[in-house]
């Protein structure tokens, strides 16, 4: 009932003639269906891809990107870099206010900061801020040089910390000292959108924020709704009840770019979907076990058919949209018998009992990365039958689904990545370094631990040169597909179907559109 009253309560002047809701509700609000709900707003505690897009509307980092792109350009700082590249310093942008009517200065950046970082501060972040923690460990002090001046000196020469601070969220210091823990469901940053009410389950509404530094946005309000049902969605989209829709069935999508009231709008994938063996689960040891499992998946129908073609097999962690994509020297293609033939080696070894059944978890909830995950573990769980893997799927909803995984339940898990930064390191490092295995918060869910990946991964960190760093991530690439860490299944074309009405919609990297460049067009 609460979605029904907040379009009513939308609607501006009530058309008392036929029409739809969609031509009846006030046209300053743009309602968003999403497949899950989020799961908090505060950007520096979530990894999840609904809470990202809606966390990012509300605050602004000291850089960002140029729409539609990885590119980093000025956000509210400019910056410089010594000689050495251990001190950044970034001057900030005049007259900015967060949405609460209080100064952004360099006392909330280091703020922002210090209650991820610094374990006495009062705010401090805890378990929660664990992923941007590992992403800026290098970072050793964060000081206010004087009202608009801050210097970020860090431990070595640090590569990825532009992109990394693209996403990274500035927050109101007096918000946080008021909510304390509850700032995550009262966020206050600078961004173009303010946050007004969450409905647990039902949606989120923001209202934009007049006062924003880069002019005020194109619409009044947004609503995200939660519509678990994909067909939903795409009801609620042709009705006009939604003006955006993520997550369409694949097979559905004709039927969106056929429709005159709709429109499809994409952008290639910086994505990845995988199949990670648990490593710390017997026999996913043995790397006979895991290069069989490479070679049972076919997965050119993967594509076709659980992707429509919307995506492109993948041969590695890496889109090959990045910088840093090499195609490892070592690669595995369709071969079911080599496969049958690695499996007899290791049951003739004692490495693997024929009559184990194993447990291949798989989310239920689509994912901008993959929108039928369950057909996709389906298609796996075939493949790996063939050549004598038995598996039970255990399917869980997507927040269920990570935490188990993250815990290392699994013995083989249905995952994705969507990169948050734009740089390969939050792909290779994330995803495969031994720093991020640790069961309970792992996002190295395969719990690979190689001590030469992780000093290469250090090395490119510390790398300014992109042609060093690219040398040093082949490296990598190679290493991962010799010990078949993954089957990497594929990257997405991402995908966000809406009303033809809308204009200047544009999909970036991470999937979700730039809300604040959205309008309404008057003559539809």
């Not at 499809?264 to 979907?273: Q, R």
């Not at 719990?447 to 690219?470: C, M, N, P």
């Not at 690439?477 to 200047?504: F, K, S, T, Y």
Request: glycine share 8%; charged share 25%; proline share 7%.
């Amino acid at each position: 009932m609460r979605r029904a009253a907040l379009l009513l309560a939308l609607c501006a002047a009530c058309d008392p003639g036929p029409g739809s809701l969609h031509h009846r509700r006030d046209p300053g609000a743009l309602v968003v269906a999403q497949p899950s709900d989020i799961v908090s707003l505060d950007l520096a505690r979530v990894t999840d891809s609904e809470s990202i897009e809606v966390a990012q509307t509300i605050f602004d980092g000291l850089v960002r990107w140029r729409p539609g792109t990885t590119d980093v350009e000025p956000g509210l700082a400019t910056w410089q870099v010594s000689a050495d590249g251990k001190r950044w310093t970034f001057l900030l942008r005049d007259g900015v206010h967060f949405h609460d009517g209080t100064t952004l200065d360099a006392d909330a950046v280091v703020f922002s900061f210090e209650r991820l970082l610094d374990p006495k501060h009062p705010y401090y972040l805890g378990g929660a801020g664990d992923y941007w923690r590992a992403l800026l460990k290098d970072v050793t002090t964060v000081e206010a040089i004087d009202p608009r001046t801050v210097e970020i000196d860090v431990a070595r020469p640090y590569a990825p910390l532009l992109g990394d601070l693209a996403i990274f969220p500035i927050v109101s210091p007096t918000a946080v000292r008021r909510w304390g823990d509850d700032f995550q469901n009262h966020p206050v940053g600078s961004g173009p959108y303010a946050f007004e009410s969450w409905s647990p389950g039902e949606q989120v509404v923001l209202h934009r924020f007049d006062d924003y530094w880069d002019g005020s946005a194109g619409l009044e309000r947004i609503v995200f709704e939660v519509v678990g049902d994909a067909r939903q969605r795409l009801v609620d989209l042709e009705s006009g009840s939604v003006d955006l829709a993520t997550s369409i069935l694949p097979d559905e999508l004709p039927f969106v770019e056929l429709h005159p009231d709709l429109q499809l709008h994409h952008a290639p994938g910086n994505d990845v979907s995988y199949l990670a063996f648990n490593f710390d689960h017997p026999p996913f040891d043995d790397v006979r076990v895991r290069r069989a499992a490479n070679l049972a998946i076919n997965k050119e129908p993967i594509v076709k058919l659980a992707f429509q073609g919307r995506a492109t097999a993948a041969d590695g962690a890496l889109p090959p949209t990045s910088w840093a994509y090499h195609r490892a020297t070592v690669t595995y293609g369709f071969d079911i018998e080599a496969g049958k033939k690695l499996i007899a080696e290791a049951v003739a070894d004692g490495k693997l009992d024929p009559n184990q059944t194993f447990k291949l978890y798989a989310p239920t909830t689509p994912r901008l990365y993959m929108s039928q995950p369950e057909r996709v573990a389906r298609f796996l769980q075939a493949g790996l039958e063939r050549v004598g893997l038995h598996t039970e799927l255990v399917l869980q909803p997507y927040q269920q689904h990570r935490a188990s995984v993250e815990h290392g339940e699994h013995d083989m898990c249905v995952f994705g990545w969507i990169g948050d930064t734009g740089d390969p390191d939050d792909f290779l490092y994330t995803l495969f370094d031994r720093d991020n295995a640790q069961p309970g918060e792992a996002q190295n869910v395969a719990f690979y631990r190689d001590a030469h990946v992780h000093d290469l991964l250090i090395q490119a960190q510390g790398a300014i040169a992109q042609d060093q760093r690219a040398d040093l991530y082949a490296q990598v690439q190679d290493q991962l597909a010799l010990d078949a860490v993954w089957v990497p299944i594929a990257h997405g074309e991402l995908v966000v179907a809406g009303r033809a009405e809308l204009d200047n919609v544009i999909v970036s990297p991470t999937g979700s559109p730039v809300y604040q460049l959205i309008r309404r067009l008057e003559n539809r």
